[in-house]
C-alpha cells in the first residue's frame, strides 16, 4: 500500500473534519476534530485499510496552551504493515472524548489510564475509575501543573521528609 | 469502595482475592474472583501496585540520563527496552549507528530475548510443580548473564545500549564464554522439550486452556508470542525490520490454537531461533576497522596528562579497567560520528581541548542533546512483544513527553475475559504463560 | 553467677537455633527479584546458611525479604503482612528501592521501608549481586546470633 493512500482517502471522505495531514519523521499523522472521532476509526476498521488493531492512546498536556491536552491515538494494520497516528486536542473546561471500547476491547484499561493521569473523561466508558492510583489520590499526576514530588500517602510515614 | 465484582456478584457465590502479594503471581497483582466452588464465575484484576512515576520522571532528566530507567521496565530483557529508546530517540535526531554496533546490538538484544523466555517458563513450570525445569533453566540463564557481563559489566541493569551506538566493544576473550552459553542452552532446551512436552501432566494442565482466538488476540492488541501462539504472523522483527535484521535469516514460529500450550512451544521454539540469530551475527560481524596505527608503546594516563599541556599526544594511552572497551581506536565502530549525541573518548577529553569542550558541552545543562521539536513513534520486538516509545520533544534536553507502549499491558487486560469458566488451578499457567512483567505493566 | 551462665548459654542456644533455620516470606515486587531468584537457586545457593523454606504464608514466616520497590499502593499491603507474622521476626530490605526509594523520587513511591517498618539488614545494589545478597544474609544471622534472645516475647515497635 502506497504510503499516502490513506490519508487521500480520507481526506477526500471526511474533508470538513480533518484539519491537518503531515508525515513527520515518516509516520503518518492525521489531525482530526474532536465529534470525528468514531466515525474514522470505524471507517478505517473496514477493508481496504483494515486497521484492525489499536496499537496505542495516550495523551499529551500542553499547558499555558488554549487547547492544552491533545489525544494521541495509534492504530496498525496487520495485513498492510502500516501505521496511522490520529491527533485531537481537547479543551480544559470541556474534557470529554468518545470512549473507543464498543470497537476495541483494550481500549478500556487505555483510557482508564488517560482518565486517572490527565482526568479526560470518556462518554460512554463502561468503568472509568483509576487504574494505576489508589482511591483517595488526589489530582492528575501527569499534568505539568502537579509537582513530581508531592506523595500522598495512605499510611502515615514516619520520616518526615 | 465497591468494585464491578462486588456489584455484579450473584448473593450465593464466594468472593476471593488472590491479594498483591501472592506466591504465583509474578511480582504485585490483585485478582479479584468470584467461584462458584473452584470455578471462576467473573474476574476482576487491579493493577498499579507497582507503579514508580517513569513517566513523570523523565520529563525531568536529560535524554542521556533516563538510559537507566528504561533498563527497569521489562527487567527480564533490560537490553531490550534500551535498545528501543535509543532508536527512537536516533530517529528523532536523525542519526544510525555504525554497522558493528548493529550487530552487537542484535547480539545482545537476541541474548536478552532467550534470558527473558528462559525466566518465564521457568517461572510458568515452577508454578506447575515442575521444580527440575525452574533450576535447569536459572542455570543455563546464568551463563547468559555472564556473557553479558563480561562485555557490559552487570548482569541484569546494564544501560549498555546508548544513543549512536553502544558502549563498548565486545570482550576480546568473549568466544569461550558465548559457546558455552550457547551449548548450554541447546541442551538445556533439548532436555526440557524432553520433560515436558509428551508429558500427560503438562498436556492436561495447559491445552485447551484459555484459548485466545485470532480475532481475540487482534483486539486486544495483543502483539508477541502470545498473538502468534494464536496464528497471527506478526513479528517487528520481519514487518519493520531494524539494525540489521533483514540480513539474517530466521524464522518466526507460529501457534495454531491459542492455549497456554502454545504460548509455552512458541516461546520454545523461539528461543532455537534466538540461537540462530546469534551465531549469524557472530559470524556476518564486521571486524574491527581501525588497525592501530600508531606507537606501540602505551603510555600511563597521568603522564600522558602532563605532556599534553606542552604537545599533542601521539602515543596510545592506557586506559583504567573501568573503560575498557571503549578506547579511541574503536570509537568509530561503535558509536556514531555525530559528535553532539554522543560521549566524547576519555584519551580526549584530559588531553586536549577540543575534547574537554565536547565533553563539557555534552553534560552541561540546557546543553547535549537537544533533538529538533516534534514527536515520534518507533517499536522493537520485545520479550512480550511489541516495545513502543512515542517521544515528544520540544526542543530542550528534557522530552516533554515520553510514553511506553508496553506490551504486557494489552495482554493483562484480556486476563479477565480468559480465566472465567475455569479452574483456580488454570489461572496459575495461564498467568504465568502470559508473561506479566510488572514493571511494564505499571510503569 | 551460676544462672547468669545458664542464661547466657541458653541464649547463645537459642540464637543458633534460630539462626540456621529461618522461614522466610519473599515479598517480591519488583527487579530484585530477578536477583533472589539467582540467589535461590543451584549456583548461589542460600539453602546452605539455612535459609532455604520459603513459606508462602507470613503466619509461619520469621523472616521477610522485602524485594523490589515498595509504591504507595503497595504500602498498607506490605504492613498488613509484617503485623501477620509472629515475634520474633527480622526484616531484609533488599535493593535500593527499599532502602531510600532508589532513583525513583517521586509521587509514587516510599522513600525506604524504614518509614513503615523496622529494619535488621538493609542489602545495598541496583539490583545487589547474589553475593551481596548472601552477605547480607551471613550478616543478619551474625545479628540474629548476639541478639538477646527474649523468652518473653517484648513487642518490638
Redesign the interface.
Known amino acids: 500500500m502506497e504510503k499516502k493512500k490513506v490519508t487521500d482517502t480520507l481526506k477526500a471522505k471526511f474533508s470538513e473534519k480533518i484539519k491537518e495531514v503531515s508525515f513527520?519523521?515518516g509516520?503518518e499523522t492525521v489531525f482530526i476534530e474532536r465529534d470525528a472521532l468514531r466515525e474514522i476509526c470505524s471507517f478505517l476498521m473496514k477493508e481496504p485499510f483494515a486497521f484492525?488493531?489499536?496499537?496505542?492512546l495516550?495523551c499529551?498536556?500542553y499547558a499555558g496552551e488554549n487547547e492544552r491536552f491533545e489525544m494521541?491515538y495509534?492504530l496498525y494494520s496487520?495485513v498492510n504493515?502500516a501505521?496511522l497516528?490520529i491527533k485531537t486536542r481537547l479543551n480544559e473546561k470541556d474534557l470529554e472524548i468518545e470512549s473507543l471500547t464498543p470497537m476495541?476491547?483494550?481500549a478500556?484499561?487505555?483510557e482508564r489510564e488517560v482518565f486517572d493521569?490527565f482526568g479526560v473523561h470518556f462518554e460512554g466508558h463502561p468503568?472509568l475509575r483509576?487504574?494505576?492510583?489508589?482511591?483517595g489520590f488526589e489530582g492528575h499526576?501527569?499534568r505539568k501543573d502537579?509537582p513530581?514530588r508531592k506523595r500522598q500517602p495512605i499510611i502515615p510515614m514516619k520520616r518526615k521528609e | 469502595?465497591i468494585y464491578?465484582i462486588q456489584k455484579e456478584a450473584d448473593k450465593e457465590s464466594l468472593l476471593v482475592n488472590m491479594?498483591?502479594?501472592h506466591?504465583a503471581m509474578h511480582?504485585?497483582i490483585r485478582i479479584m474472583l468470584e467461584l462458584d466452588g473452584e470455578r471462576v464465575l467473573n474476574a476482576e484484576l487491579e493493577?498499579?501496585?507497582?507503579?514508580?512515576?517513569f513517566?513523570?520522571?523523565c520529563e525531568?532528566k536529560t535524554y542521556f540520563n533516563l538510559l537507566?530507567?528504561t533498563d527497569?521496565l521489562n527487567?527480564?530483557s533490560p537490553l531490550i527496552n534500551n535498545l528501543g529508546y535509543v532508536m527512537t530517540v536516533e530517529?528523532?535526531l536523525g542519526i544510525e549507528a555504525p554497522e558493528r554496533a548493529q550487530y552487537i546490538r542484535v547480539l545482545m538484544s537476541e541474548l536478552s530475548r532467550i534470558s527473558d523466555h528462559l525466566?518465564a517458563l521457568?517461572a510458568m513450570t515452577m508454578e506447575c510443580g515442575a521444580f527440575t525445569v525452574?533450576?535447569y533453566m536459572?542455570?543455563a540463564?546464568?551463563e547468559i548473564?555472564n556473557v553479558i557481563e563480561q562485555t557490559t559489566g552487570a548482569?541484569?541493569?546494564t544501560s549498555y545500549i546508548r544513543i549512536g551506538g553502544v558502549r563498548a566493544d565486545l570482550h576480546p576473550d568473549m568466544d569461550p564464554l558465548l559457546d558455552k552459553a550457547i551449548e548450554s542452552t541447546r541442551k538445556l532446551m533439548k532436555d526440557c522439550h524432553g520433560l515436558l512436552d509428551k508429558n500427560k501432566i503438562w498436556i492436561n494442565r495447559t491445552r485447551d486452556v484459555a484459548v485466545v482466538s485470532p480475532e481475540?488476540a487482534?483486539?486486544?492488541?495483543f502483539t508477541g508470542p502470545c498473538l502468534r501462539a494464536s496464528g497471527?504472523y506478526?513479528d517487528v522483527r520481519k514487518?519493520?525490520p531494524y539494525c540489521v535484521y533483514d540480513r539474517i535469516d530466521f524464522e518466526v514460529p507460529l501457534g495454531d490454537r491459542g492455549d497456554n500450550y502454545d504460548r509455552y512451544m512458541v516461546r520454545m521454539r523461539e528461543m532455537e531461533q534466538s540461537l540462530r540469530i546469534i551465531e549469524q551475527a557472530r559470524e556476518q560481524i564486521p571486524a574491527v576497522s581501525s588497525q592501530n596505527a600508531l606507537i606501540s608503546k602505551l603510555v600511563e594516563p597521568a603522564e600522558a596528562i602532563e605532556a599534553s599541556r606542552s604537545k599533542k599526544i601521539e602515543a596510545k594511552i592506557s586506559l583504567s579497567p573501568n573503560l575498557e572497551g571503549s578506547e579511541k581506536e574503536v570509537y568509530p565502530d561503535i558509536l556514531t560520528e555525530k559528535k553532539q549525541a554522543v560521549v566524547p573518548p576519555k584519551e580526549d577529553t584530559y588531553t586536549n581541548i577540543e575534547g574537554l569542550i565536547d565533553h563539557f558541552k555534552f553534560f552541561m545543562k540546557g546543553h547535549g542533546i537537544r533533538p529538533p521539536k516534534?514527536?515520534?513513534?518507533f517499536s522493537v520486538e520485545g520479550g512480550s512483544g511489541?516495545v513502543?516509545f512515542?517521544i515528544?520533544s520540544d526542543g530542550t534536553d528534557n522530552p516533554?513527553?515520553l510514553?511506553l507502549?508496553g506490551p504486557c499491558?494489552?495482554i493483562v487486560?484480556?486476563l479477565e475475559?480468559m480465566i472465567k469458566g475455569h479452574y483456580i488451578a488454570d489461572i496459575i499457567p495461564t498467568f504465568g504463560s502470559l508473561n506479566m512483567i510488572?514493571?511494564e505493566l505499571?510503569? | 553467677m551460676a544462672g547468669g551462665w545458664i542464661t547466657t548459654k541458653l541464649n547463645y542456644v537459642l540464637g543458633w537455633g534460630r539462626k540456621f533455620s529461618l522461614f522466610h516470606y519473599p515479598?517480591?515486587?519488583?527487579?530484585c527479584?530477578?536477583?533472589y531468584?539467582?540467589a535461590a537457586?543451584?549456583?548461589w545457593d542460600f539453602d546452605r546458611f539455612g535459609c532455604g523454606l520459603?513459606t508462602?504464608s507470613p503466619r509461619q514466616a520469621d523472616l521477610i525479604m522485602v524485594v523490589?520497590?515498595i509504591?504507595q499502593?503497595?504500602a498498607p499491603?506490605?504492613k498488613t503482612?509484617y503485623d501477620q507474622m509472629c515475634e520474633p521476626k527480622w526484616v531484609l530490605a533488599v535493593g535500593a528501592c527499599t532502602l531510600s526509594g532508589g532513583?525513583?523520587?517521586?509521587?509514587?513511591?516510599v522513600q525506604g521501608i524504614d518509614n513503615i517498618i523496622p529494619v535488621d539488614v538493609y542489602i545495598p545494589g541496583?539490583?545487589p549481586?547474589p553475593e551481596t545478597f548472601l552477605d547480607g544474609i551471613v550478616k543478619l544471622q551474625q545479628k540474629i546470633q548476639n541478639q538477646e534472645q527474649e523468652f518473653r516475647w517484648k513487642r518490638r515497635k
Not at chain 3, 515479598?27 to 527487579?31: E, P, V, Y
Not at chain 3, 532513583?103 to 513511591?109: G, L, T, W
Open positions: 513527520p519523521l509516520d484492525t488493531m489499536l496499537l496505542d495516550t499529551v498536556d494521541v495509534h496487520i504493515k501505521r497516528r476495541w476491547k483494550n478500556n484499561w487505555l493521569m468503568y483509576r487504574l494505576f492510583m489508589y482511591e499526576p501527569l502537579y513530581l | 469502595m464491578r491479594g498483591p502479594s506466591p511480582g504485585t493493577v498499579g501496585y507497582l507503579h514508580r512515576g513517566e513523570k520522571t525531568h537507566p530507567y527497569r527487567y527480564v530517529k528523532l525466566t521457568a525452574f533450576l536459572i542455570q540463564r546464568e548473564w548482569r541484569m541493569t481475540m487482534i483486539n486486544y492488541g497471527v506478526y514487518a519493520h516534534g514527536d515520534v513513534y511489541e513502543g512515542y515528544v516533554y513527553r510514553h507502549r499491558f494489552h487486560a484480556a475475559e510488572g514493571g505499571d510503569r | 515479598f517480591i515486587t519488583a527487579c527479584g530477578m536477583e531468584m539467582s537457586c543451584a549456583h520459603t508462602f523490589g520497590t509504591s499502593k503497595e499491603v506490605l503482612i532513583i525513583y523520587d517521586n509521587y509514587a513511591v541496583c539490583p549481586r
